[in-house]
């Protein structure tokens, strides 16, 4: 099943029908645009297009939300830190673009050492994938966000890139995690929930 965050709720395409969601069957692009808009311009907090062709129906999903591709990292500090960014009022995770000809694991290590300022961040184990769509000039856009566990054992203190609008880069134990999470992007919060706090 492929689950995207649309304005902060979510639209799913898979087999069969999903409680607690407005069930689409996939008839064409049109199905997938009506879906779109229901998650813009209503209250509707889950949208679920139902279909045996999943993988092909994904396909044509990239066709009216175009793709762009990006990674990052969940860093860990002395087995109870963890590294957040603050962005337009609300906590995420450190995150860029995959450059032209750049391999996911080094875009994220990247994006990581340059937004927080810091050096020598070690790449463990790939978590994820977290999918969202966001409207800019009037298009739909369709943010793919490979993510990976990483390690730091430095002592640089982490400085905000702001010339990406970071307005903060810092550490913060488990304890505190669960208060960021409700300034948080829902995409972020499963991710921190399932891979910190679920396991802590």
Request: charged share 30%; aromatic share 12%.
């Amino acid at each position: 099943m492929y689950k995207i965050s649309v304005n902060e709720r979510f639209l799913t395409i898979g087999k069969g029908k999903r409680k607690q969601a407005i069930n689409l069957p996939y008839e064409s692009l049109e199905t997938l645009r009506y879906a779109l808009d229901i998650l813009y311009h209503t209250q509707v907090k889950s949208v679920h297009i139902f279909t045996d062709e999943k993988k092909k129906v994904w396909k044509k999903f990239k066709k009216i939300a175009t793709p762009v591709y990006a990674a990052g990292g969940l860093v860990k500090k002395n087995n109870d830190n963890y590294l957040f960014i603050k962005r337009n009022g609300l906590w995420d995770l450190p995150k860029g673009h995959v450059e032209k000809n750049e391999t996911f694991k080094k875009a994220a290590v990247r994006e990581v050492e340059e937004e927080c300022s810091l050096s020598n961040v070690k790449l463990k184990k790939y978590i994820t994938t977290t999918y969202h769509v966001y409207i800019s000039e009037k298009k739909y856009y369709l943010k793919i966000v490979k993510w990976f566990n990483m390690e730091y054992k430095g002592k640089e203190k982490p400085k905000p890139q702001k010339s990406e609008g970071i307005e903060k880069a810092q550490w913060f134990t488990m304890k505190k995690i669960p208060m960021l999470m409700k300034k948080t992007y829902i995409n972020i919060k499963e991710l921190v929930n399932t891979n910190v706090l679920d396991e802590s």
